[in-house]
């Protein structure tokens, strides 16, 4: 008999939740910045320069570049929940340091050093999501570590904003960071790593153990059948030692064209996530609108971070019935249009730059105001659809070469992040803000073409479809015929599972 789990058990939305705590973890740390960079003021004995604001933010992004390529191969080897506390770990470390600092250097060093626990967390909690979740939820569980990512970015602006006038204030912001990793290591103490972890390291009475907690209703053969099912996945990955596995599933994941077809695409979106450029406003929000003439820039900041994470819980609710591909088919278009706006209303601002910083005679304008309604435009538009879909990176590789394709296609997303955060001031000095706009316009324009050519829709369908779907081409108009005949026939089955709920355990 199959077992047909449709709802995931409060297990599984236990641990989806405490692994959320590493988005959280990304979304403060990469959030309070923006605040801090406005209110550290001359805390270092100076007033930062832009260059300083520059490498202050990228260093996070740097870091954690480095770490999501590392960990992708170490999560295999030492497994999911210990490589996730030491981020834990990282995250402490890299905070305290940036409490205690007194210079642009030792600020720096912390950022660092708080970003290897950012990059680490990145990859390791949306695959432990996607490792525990019951296929039909998948999409939404990982959807739920992007709002603890907004949650997070939103909750430091708020702080920020709170403690903007409060002398030092900033180290409080930073200070606070210490507490969720805190929770998520004491809690990982007594939890499990995933069945499909322990599978790979021949623990199968454990795996059993955990699989009996997490699936509703795991009757001692369809636990068996479970893991014969991780089994017969993991023996398609040859190679005794994690090295030798690690060199099969680098030739495989650029040697098979379907394996090539979905790294090409996470790595794409990524980059299309990055470089469209959002996290120029995530980081330097307070710093633009400081720019345009607002006393309380910080403030005004909460609104793009309130309208990301409010418009990424509707993405919660729909990504899984509207479909990935319908979504950034409407992301994008609407990103380019408030992007011009923005271009066109910073024409009109006679903004001056001294010093490397910006700001305008007078008070805010009218356009000033333009700049702010297409900032929150923009933002709802890139939340809707680009800002959670790239997330969604495992569902498109086969379990041989997942490990490694989201490591790739998370140090895509640190790489552009990386180049946004270290470049963005810059661009608005020398290029104009008008300039900058209009070139993310651009690359947004680009990007809904290379969704529309490439993106097929992959809501839905198991995993050896998404890989049928991208053998011999991405096969866009059979990918969504496929997937409105799944969407159908979900709805019949749970139509006529309602008197009688069976349950299945998906492979992960
Ligand atoms: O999905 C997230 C989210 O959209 C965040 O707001 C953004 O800062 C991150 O870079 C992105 O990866």
């Known amino acids: 008999m199959v077992l047909e789990n449709e709802k995931p058990s409060l297990m ?16 403060y740390d990469t959030g309070y910045i923006s605040s801090a960079l406005v209110s550290i003021g001359d805390s270092f004995g100076k007033t930062l320069s832009y260059g300083n604001e520059q490498f202050i933010t990228a260093a996070t992004s740097l870091g954690a570049l480095i770490t999501a390529i590392i960990s992708g191969l170490i999560v295999d080897y030492f497994g999911r929940k210990p490589v996730l506390m030491v981020s834990n770990i990282l995250f402490v470390i890299g905070s305290v340091i940036q409490c205690a600092s007194h210079n642009v250097w030792t600020m720096i060093i912390g950022r660092l050093i708080m970003g290897f626990g950012v990059g680490t967390g990145s990859l390791i909690a949306p695959l432990y999501i996607s490792e525990l979740a019951p296929s039909t939820f998948r999409g939404r569980l990982v ?42 290591f ?21 795996a059993a153990k955990v699989i009996n907690r997490i699936y509703n209703g795991a009757t ?21 030692s994690v090295l030798q596995r690690y060199k099969y599933s680098l030739i495989k994941i650029h040697t098979v064209p379907s394996n090539f077809r979905a790294l090409f695409l996470a790595c794409a979106l990524q980059a299309i996530q990055q470089f469209t450029g959002f996290n120029s406003l995530m980081y330097f929000s307070a ?43 409407l992301s994008l278009p609407l990103m380019m249009i408030f992007l011009i706006l923005c271009a066109v209303a910073f024409h009109f601002i006679d903004i001056h730059f001294e010093n490397h910083s910006a700001y305008v005679n007078g008070s805010v304008s009218k356009w000033g105001i333009v700049v702010v309604i297409a900032m929150i435009l923009y933002t709802a538009s890139y939340a809707i659809g680009i800002g959670n879909v790239p997330w969604q990176q495992s569902e498109l590789f086969p379990q041989s070469v997942r490990g490694l394709g989201t490591s790739f296609s998370t140090a895509t997303n640190w790489a ?22 209009a070139l993310f316009a651009v690359l947004s324009a680009l990007s809904f073409v290379l969704v529309y050519f490439c993106y097929p829709e992959l809501s839905n369908l198991s995993l050896e479809e998404v890989e049928m779907v991208l053998t011999g081409g991405f096969n866009i108009k059979a990918s969504e015929k496929l997937a409105k005949k799944r969407k159908r026939q979900r709805i019949n089955n749970k139509m006529k599972d309602q008197d009688k709920p069976s349950t299945q355990i998906n492979a992960a």
């Open 220 to 240: 001692p053969e369809l636990v068996e059948e479970k893991i014969r099912e991780l089994q017969i996945a993991n023996s398609e990955i040859p190679g005794r």
């Open 186 to 206: 004491a809690s990982f103490l007594f939890l499990p790593d995933t069945p499909r972890f322990l599978v790979m390291k021949g623990k199968f009475d454990r």
């Open 287 to 329: 710093t633009i609108f400081k720019a345009i003439g607002f006393n309380n820039s910080t403030a005004v900041s909460i609104i793009v971070a309130g309208t990301n994470f409010v418009v990424t819980l509707l993405a919660f609710f729909v990504i899984d019935r509207v479909g990935r591909r319908r979504m950034l088919l």
């Open 12 to 27: 599984v939305l236990f641990l989806t939740f405490l692994a959320s705590i590493s988005g959280f973890m990304f979304g």
């Open 143 to 184: 959807v739920l570590n992007v709002l603890g990512i907004t949650g997070g970015q939103l909750i430091a602006y708020a702080i920020g904003a709170g403690l903007d006038s409060v002398h030092n204030g900033w180290r409080i912001v930073v200070g606070i960071s210490i507490i969720p990793p805190v929770i998520q």
């Open 416 to 437: 552009g992040s990386l180049v946004i955060s270290a470049t963005f001031l810059t661009m608005l000095e020398n290029i104009t803000p008008t300039g900058t706009f």
